[in-house]
């Protein structure tokens, strides 16, 4: 009861306090003197000061010696790196498909379909410990990195830096004009870095940076390189996986010698393009599953415990091991051979 009277009297004073400051509050607003808006002080300005017309006439200073190429990474390189199947996609590796074949170069990821190990058009099964995993998404490198033979290189700048579920190394977004393309990201590469990319061997060796593309024949020897192609016009085919690299050791003639992550070395020709730098991701073989489940999300199944110490009873014991070869240098006495030399026994009669 007491809650309803305290109520209503607080309702009754809050009406009488507002019809009486009302019309106080509206004479002191009309005595103060209205400030200009932003839209008055254009519009006064626009009348003092002449119009200026935007021409579409006008370039930019920095335009004018920017060189543009489109990527050379086509359909053709798929068709003649990779076993394609019926389907119009093609076969990537032992583990995934891509069922659809791109019609040019593209950024956009193309999605995945797993074989579980066996083949995409006869279902038979080829490779063992392959099947499951998490889902993964194709990103199209450009592995053939082509720039101008004469003149200044191309330049393009870091948009981003990725991980990629196809590939070891990080994968790096570049562009210059319209012009997108993935490449293998180097080790200290980053975002908002400039690349450069040119297809010109100069007379004295040139000093490039990291991520930098050009004809093994234009680099100082003991370069470390990555992306070494076989030959010219072929793509990147050697160091491609993370943190690897090749160095390069030496020139004979138009050739250059190089030795690979195996220390085995190659010779190629000086007009193969290459990429400055080690390629990130180093770490990579330093990874600890730390469970098998971390294996099975990768899509690798377990194999068969063929030397584990068991009975026979759920498979055959572990073999053996052979007896320690000790190394005299004497020669061994062999046993007597015996030969069988009957004639209904001698094949070749």
């Given at each position: 009861?007491?809650?309803l009277?305290?109520?209503?009297?607080?309702r009754?004073?809050?009406?009488?306090l507002?019809a009486v400051?009302?019309?106080?509050s509206?004479s002191i607003?009309?005595?103060i003197?209205?400030?200009k808006?932003?839209?008055?002080?254009t519009?006064?300005n626009?009348?003092?000061?002449?119009?200026?017309?935007k021409?579409?006439?006008?370039k930019v200073?920095w335009k004018?010696?920017v060189?543009?190429?489109?990527?050379?990474m086509?359909?053709?390189?798929?068709?003649?790196n990779?076993?394609?199947h019926?389907e119009?996609?093609?076969?990537?590796?032992?583990?995934?498909?891509?069922p659809?074949?791109?019609e040019?170069?593209?950024v956009?990821?193309?999605?995945?379909?797993?074989?579980?190990?066996?083949h995409?058009?006869?279902g038979r099964k080829?490779?063992r410990?392959?099947?499951?995993?998490?889902?993964?998404?194709?990103?199209?490198?450009?592995w053939?990195r082509?720039?101008?033979?004469?003149?200044?290189?191309?330049?393009?700048r870091v948009i981003r830096?990725?991980?990629?579920d196809?590939?070891?190394?990080k994968v790096?977004?570049?562009g210059?004009g319209n012009?997108l393309?993935y490449?293998l990201?180097?080790?200290n590469l980053?975002v908002?870095?400039?690349?450069k990319?040119?297809?010109?061997?100069?007379?004295?060796?040139?000093k490039?940076?990291?991520?930098?593309?050009?004809p093994?024949?234009?680099?100082?020897v003991?370069?470390?390189?990555?992306?070494?192609?076989?030959y010219p016009?072929q793509?990147?085919?050697?160091a491609v996986?993370a943190?690897?690299?090749?160095?390069?050791?030496k020139r004979?003639?138009?050739r250059?010698?190089?030795?690979?992550?195996?220390?085995?070395?190659?010779s190629?020709?000086?007009?193969?393009?290459?990429?400055?730098?080690?390629?990130?991701?180093v770490e990579?073989?330093e990874?600890?599953?730390g469970k098998?489940?971390a294996t099975r999300?990768?899509g690798?199944r377990?194999?068969l415990?063929l030397?584990?110490?068991?009975?026979a009873?759920?498979?055959r014991?572990p073999?053996r091991p052979?007896p320690?070869l000790v190394?005299?240098?004497?020669?061994?006495?062999y046993?007597?051979?015996?030969r069988?030399e009957h004639p209904?026994l001698?094949p070749?009669?």
């Open positions: 009861m007491y809650s009277i305290r109520n209503h009297v607080a009754v004073l809050q009406q009488d507002t400051i009302s019309p106080l509206r607003t009309a005595n003197p209205q400030r808006t932003n839209d008055d002080r519009a006064s626009s009348q003092q000061s002449p119009k200026i017309e021409t579409s006439e006008s200073p004018a010696n060189i543009e190429m489109p990527v050379a086509g359909p053709q390189y798929i068709t003649d990779y076993r394609e019926r119009g996609g093609f076969y990537y590796d032992h583990r995934i498909i891509i659809e074949m791109p040019q170069y593209t956009k990821p193309f999605q995945t379909r797993k074989t579980g190990g066996n995409p058009d006869t080829e490779y410990r392959v099947g499951g995993g998490l889902k993964k998404t194709w990103l199209w490198i450009d053939m082509q720039g101008p033979t004469e003149g200044p290189p191309l330049v393009e830096i990725m991980n990629s196809c590939h070891t190394a790096a977004l570049i210059h012009t393309r490449i990201a180097t080790e980053k908002g870095d400039l690349v990319t040119s297809g010109e061997i100069p007379k004295n060796p040139v490039a940076s990291e991520g930098d593309a050009y093994v024949g234009a680099l100082p003991g370069t470390i390189v990555n992306c070494v192609e076989g016009g793509g990147a085919k050697y996986n943190g690897t690299f090749a160095t390069l050791m004979v003639d138009n250059c010698i190089l030795q690979l992550p195996t220390k085995h070395e190659i190629i020709l000086e007009q193969c393009m290459v990429t400055v730098g080690r390629l990130s991701n990579h073989n990874f600890i599953y098998a489940g999300l990768m690798i377990p194999k415990g030397f584990h110490p068991k009975t009873r759920f498979g014991r073999f052979k320690i190394i005299t240098g004497e020669k061994p006495d046993p007597n051979v015996i069988l209904s001698d070749y009669r």
